[in-house]
């Protein structure tokens, strides 16, 4: 117990960088998700394209790869440098932007077409259609699945530790190597990874039951 007290101020600064990575990572995947999933949808067929080899790439390929070739294989570019906390930021962004994309997508197929040709009846042009009328919706149907994808994407991070980012795993190695705890260690680690999860998960359900009073 003495061990965890000691080394838990170490844990919380690896936890804030994981949240801080998770944060931003976040908020630009959705940015990306947003806009693949408007591509995928657009009347263009390049555009089309580009959305699906997108998707299917990032899919197609496991995570850890793609973080390698983010942070290993574009640094070995000499007009590129990244450190690794961006290289995990955009990994992370992009990964769960590609699962977004798909669930903005169906999101917004879901809304029935009815909706979209009444608006149009009353003067509304596309781009006041999607934010006024469509996305609304579709955004209180996606939700449930975006927290999922969310929690997952904050499990990723943990893979983060990989390239030398001082996250709440990478700490919790250091530490489990310098007590000889691994136990108390890890078990402190996955308590802490729970505890966010939940939190996060019940601020879904908040949001959820806010917009079902709408």
Do not use: C, H
């Not at 961006?86 to 992009?94: C, E, F, P, S």
């Not at 999922?148 to 700490?171: E, F, R």
């Amino acid at each position: 117990m003495d061990t965890i007290i000691a080394v838990f101020p170490y844990l919380v600064e690896g936890l804030q960088v994981t949240l801080y990575i998770f944060a931003i990572a976040i908020i630009l995947g959705f940015v990306i998700g947003l806009v693949i999933a408007l591509f995928r949808l657009a009347p263009l067929k390049p555009l089309n394209w580009i959305a699906i080899v997108f998707v299917d790439a990032i899919r197609g390929t496991p995570f850890i790869v793609q973080l390698f070739f983010i942070y290993f294989g574009l640094n070995s570019f000499e007009f590129i440098q990244l450190d690794n906390t961006t290289a995990g930021i955009i990994t992370v962004a992009i990964n769960a932007g590609a699962y977004f994309a798909e669930i903005i997508r169906a999101g917004i197929q879901s809304i029935d077409k009815g909706q979209s040709e009444a608006a149009r009846s009353l003067g509304l042009t596309s781009v006041q259609n999607m934010r006024y009328i469509v996305l609304p919706q579709a955004f209180r149907r996606m939700l449930p699945t975006i927290t999922n994808q969310s929690i997952i994407s904050l499990k990723d991070t943990s893979l983060l530790s990989i390239i030398g980012i001082a996250d709440l795993t990478q700490k919790g190695e250091i530490q489990a190597s310098a007590t000889f705890e691994a136990f108390n260690i890890w078990l402190t680690v996955g308590v802490m990874y729970f505890v966010i999860i939940y939190l996060l998960t019940l601020l879904a359900n908040f949001l959820e039951r806010r917009f079902e009073l709408r």
